[in-house]
């Protein structure tokens, strides 16, 4: 391959280390699953089901994982309340272009593609696909499917209206998106005009995006499409038996457009039947082929609240004895009616893994259950800052823009927090107290702040603003984890103290996820990912009209009209965070964040009581090549490598 080899450093020394694929003429050995359907001629021999290269899993840094081979067989149990969605089968399933070793590190690995470079500007990357690489239905993957996707479904205007900013220029909505070449049959260019390093970062784990932003399979989608037809006519002719189905009026503008998206399947739709089964949907046209996957497991049934998952065929990773992935032969997911029966799940060892319903304050409860439920609870580091607290910096509100803009008041409210109670009572000492913040609990100390900005007490025992503006902080927090409700209960308690009047509303995240939007929250409490999980970049002010600013091209446009334009700091930081993604993922880690979180502690928009949290997760404690560290959501990653001892 042409162009300049620039891995990131970690990334070059590992390759020189370890191998990411077996020789050429290595034996491959199959699960005895499939024997029978090589035997009848189903299926090919299992050499010829994988690619020339294939792909020695790698999810897990060295460190974290004292790696067996393993031995096949077995069913992994899940359990959800959610329809449509399970979260842990999500990310086990879910596969990027590139892997990010550990979820959390700056060691990025080809995954879907064989190899990838970047060159020296971080402007040009370079991707080679798998050469034999297939589809779980067995059709061959081609440039013919990665040119579908992106000339047709990408560069489409009415399937992809607006391109997703990770696309663009250094990843921000202003940016230009990238331009596409052909190099061979197996090479491809994508080509970006600015410096963008975080680009391998959003193909191998931000914002879970999986391959199929970039690969469709283009021999099943290819009928859904208008232009794979002469005229209009014979596509809404072909596409009548799926309108039908759907009850689309193909002749209203852009119907089309959800017909394809039905049939499409991205991968935040691979726990959803509906999208996954053919017989969910299309089965009346006619449709019986469910959606082709390069997954490690594809779901095959969905009835009774039960979702079974089997293994993948044509499976691209083998471990270093040649067997191919996965050992486990099948995934349930079973439907319960609420998180209070995951819990019984768990403990009643009708579950053998679980990670994202395993909360922290329930482990007692699993270790108390370890030996009856054949379980075993285990503790590694949170992805999120639990609990963080954001201040909307543009909610519409006198008296509330009265008080922020003294930082003496925040000064205070961060202050006033007792970081150590919140970490004993609640997460009982399983985490640190973030050393950037300064949530010391000192009560006297934030009274002294206020009292000196002049908020002082009325007849009612409340502060008003200086001026004598009646003053509420009204916090906006949501159900998803018992531990945020707990948590805001407490900075009630602390900011009362101060004589501050404080209320709560709890949303699901849609609703608030709305009043956000609308501008009409002015105190979010929640799990963020904040500085813990860099490349989220779920930190920053919370300000919407900023946003819409910023969004709107107000940087670099001096007639923007929409939103409302930040002082000097927040277009500084906006900019500083940017260069997370334009830099190398190293430099993003070691360079760029800590000069971000001291911004943050200087204005503090955010306040981040603690850190190094941890989580639980529960496994069966029969499993082989369980991870011994990292982030939590990382063990997800490696589902493929588990086994039943």
């Known amino acids: 391959m042409k162009g300049t080899l620039s891995l990131l450093l970690a990334a070059v020394l590992l390759l020189s280390v370890v191998p990411f694929a077996l020789a050429a003429d290595t034996t491959y050995s199959q699960s005895p699953i499939l024997d029978a359907k090589v035997e009848s001629g189903e299926l090919p021999p299992v050499a010829e089901r994988l ?9 897990i840094l060295p460190e974290y994982l004292d790696y067996q081979i393993g031995t096949y067989g077995g069913t992994m149990r899940f359990v959800t309340a959610v329809v449509n969605w399970d979260a842990d089968v999500f990310i086990m399933n879910n596969e990027g272009f590139l892997t990010m070793q550990s979820g959390n590190s700056d060691v990025i690995t080809p995954n879907i593609v064989e190899a990838y470079e970047v060159n020296d500007a971080y402007t040009e990357f370079t991707f080679k696909l798998r050469e034999g690489l297939r589809w779980s239905d067995g059709v061959p993957v081609t440039m013919e499917d990665v040119k579908f996707t992106i000339e047709k479904v990408i560069f489409n205007a009415e399937l992809t ?55 469709k399979p283009k021999h099943f989608l290819e009928k859904f499409h208008k232009d794979s037809y002469e005229s209009y006519e014979a596509y809404t002719e072909a596409m009548k038996p799926y309108a ?22 991205t991968n935040w739709e691979l726990t959803d039947p509906t999208d996954q089964l053919a017989s969910k949907t299309f089965a009346a046209a006619g449709e019986t082929a469910n959606f082709p996957v390069l997954y490690p497991w594809m779901m095959v049934s969905s009835d009774g609240g039960i979702t079974t998952y089997e293994r993948n065929p044509y499976y691209h990773k083998v471990d270093a004895a040649g067997n191919q992935l996965p050992y486990i032969d099948k995934l349930t997911s079973t439907l319960v009616e609420n998180m209070e029966m995951v819990q019984l799940k768990y403990v009643a060892g009708e579950v053998d893994f679980a990670r994202e319903s395993a909360t922290i304050d329930n482990v007692t409860l699993y270790k108390e259950n370890e030996e009856k439920a054949n379980i075993i609870a ?6 999120n800052h639990p609990t963080d607290i954001q201040i909307n910096f543009n909610y519409k509100d006198e008296a509330w823009q009265e008080a922020i803009g003294d930082i003496r008041f925040l000064r205070a409210l961060e202050m006033s927090i007792d970081a150590e109670e919140i970490l004993e009572s609640v997460y009982k000492g399983l985490g640190h107290i973030n050393p950037h913040w300064n949530c010391i609990g000192d009560t006297d100390g934030a ?56 209320e709560v509303t709890t949303l699901e995240s849609s609703m608030r996820q709305q009043k956000e939007q609308a501008n009409e929250i002015p105190v979010r409490v929640s799990w963020l990912p904040s500085t813990q999980l860099w490349y989220q970049a779920g930190f920053g002010p919370l300000a919407p009209l900023w946003t819409q600013w910023f969004d709107a091209g107000g940087l670099t446009n001096p007639d923007v009209t929409g939103g409302e334009e930040p002082p000097e700091w927040a277009k500084e930081f906006h900019l500083l965070k940017q260069s997370l993604m334009t830099v190398s ?33 529960v496994i069966n404690r029969n499993m082989g090549n369980v991870p011994s560290g990292g982030i939590g959501v990382s063990w997800n990653l490696s589902g493929e490598q588990f086994f039943y001892k």
Request: with cysteine; hydrophobic share 40%.
């Open 51 to 59: 690619p020339r290269v294939t792909k020695l899993p790698d999810e």
């Open 161 to 215: 209206p607006v391109i997703a900013n990770f696309m663009r220029d250094g990843g921000v909505a202003t940016g230009d998106p990238f331009t596409f070449e052909v190099v061979d049959d197996w090479t491809f260019k994508l080509n970006y005009k600015e410096p963008y390093g975080g680009f391998v970062v959003h193909l191998s784990v931000a914002g879970w995006k999986g391959y199929t932003e970039l690969l």
């Open 244 to 265: 039908d189905v759907l009850n689309l009026d193909l002749g209203l503008d852009a119907s089309w457009v959800t017909l394809f998206s039905q049939a499409d399947c």
């Open 378 to 383: 285990h503790l590694t580091q949170l992805h």
């Open 447 to 502: 009274n002294a702040l206020l009292d000196e900005m002049g908020m002082l007490k009325g007849a009612d025992g409340f502060r008003t603003t200086p001026s004598g503006k009646p003053f509420t902080i009204h916090i906006i927090n949501s159900p998803d984890a018992r531990d945020i409700t707990t948590v805001t209960e407490l900075y009630v308690e602390f900011w009362s103290e101060l004589g501050l009047k404080v």
């Open 585 to 617: 993922p190293k430099d993003a880690i070691h360079v760029v964040l800590p000069k971000i979180v001291d911004v943050m502690t200087d204005k503090l928009f955010t306040i981040e009581p603690l850190t190094d949290m941890q989580q639980c997760v």
